[in-house]
T-cell receptor
Framework: DVKVTQSSRYLVKRTGEKVFLECVQD?????MFWYRQDPGLGLRLIYF???????EKGDIPEGYSVSREKKERFSLILESASTNQTSMYLC???????????????FGPGTRLTVL | AQSVTQPDIHITVSEGASLELRCNYS??????LFWYVQSPGQGLQLLLK??????LVQGIKGFEAEFKRSQSSFNLRKPSVHWSDAAEYFC???????????FGAGTRLAVHP
């Protein structure tokens, strides 16, 4: 079974703090994704990575950065946390899209971040 | 632009009743379609997916979904709902390269005993 783990289930930070959210997958997947989930908005893609040290912006990258130094680990960084970044953050991983066929994304349990 | 619409924000059904959750998508090419379920406080679990072939797809936990190209729909069904099915359900379409997904806003299902 694919396992995607996230470093914290709940996190409380103060405005202006630098925040690191860590995600680790154990299935040697090339692709990794960071989403934020807000009520009524579903999941929105922040950033994704298709290989070590490679990253692409998603739909809402403002205020976030990412790091992928090892294949199994993908970090989301909030350089200066703000209250509007209070949300549920979900990490996912997948194999690459081969022969035009999309593959399943496997999700971690999520980190609920509160910024005060 | 690619998009996914789930018209129902909340649905309440009685235990044992049938269920249909609606999903409409907008995508120019052949869509890859997914249904995920999220139990309270948990991540997303894949229920089923459609890539090609038979338009009626069977998934886990007794769920099925039917792809209708003419209606741009991929509705999720279950003949008899159990109390443990109470959760939030997300429809998604695979968009472009790198296995990116576009999600709908979700439908929250409540089950009455």
């Amino acid at each position: 079974d694919v396992k995607v783990t996230q470093s914290s289930r709940y996190l409380v930070k103060r405005t202006g703090e630098k925040v690191f959210l860590e995600c680790v997958q154990d299935m040697d997947h090339e692709n990794m994704f960071w989403y934020r989930q807000d009520p009524g908005l579903g999941l929105r893609l922040i950033y994704f990575s298709y290989d070590v040290k490679m990253k692409e912006k998603g739909d809402i990258p403002e205020g976030y950065s990412v790091s992928r130094e090892k294949k199994e680990r993908f970090s989301l960084i909030l350089e200066s946390a703000s209250t509007n970044q209070t949300s549920m953050y979900l990490c996912a991983s997948s194999l690459p899209r081969l022969a035009g066929v999309a593959d399943t994304q496997y999700f971690g349990p999520g980190t609920r971040l509160t910024v005060l | 632009a690619q998009s996914v619409t789930q018209p129902d924000i909340h649905i309440t059904v009685s235990e044992g009743a049938s269920l249909e959750l609606r999903c409409n998508y907008s995508y120019g090419a052949t869509p890859y379609l997914f249904w995920y379920v999220q139990s309270p406080g948990q991540g997303l679990q894949l229920l089923l997916k459609y890539f090609s072939g038979d338009t009626l797809v069977q998934g886990i936990k007794g769920f099925e979904a039917e792809f209708k190209r003419s209606q741009s729909s991929f509705n999720l069904r279950k003949p008899s709902v159990h109390w443990s099915d109470a959760a939030e359900y997300f429809c998604a379409v695979g968009a472009g390269g790198y296995n990116k997904l576009i999600f709908g806003a979700g439908t929250r299902l409540a089950v009455h005993p």
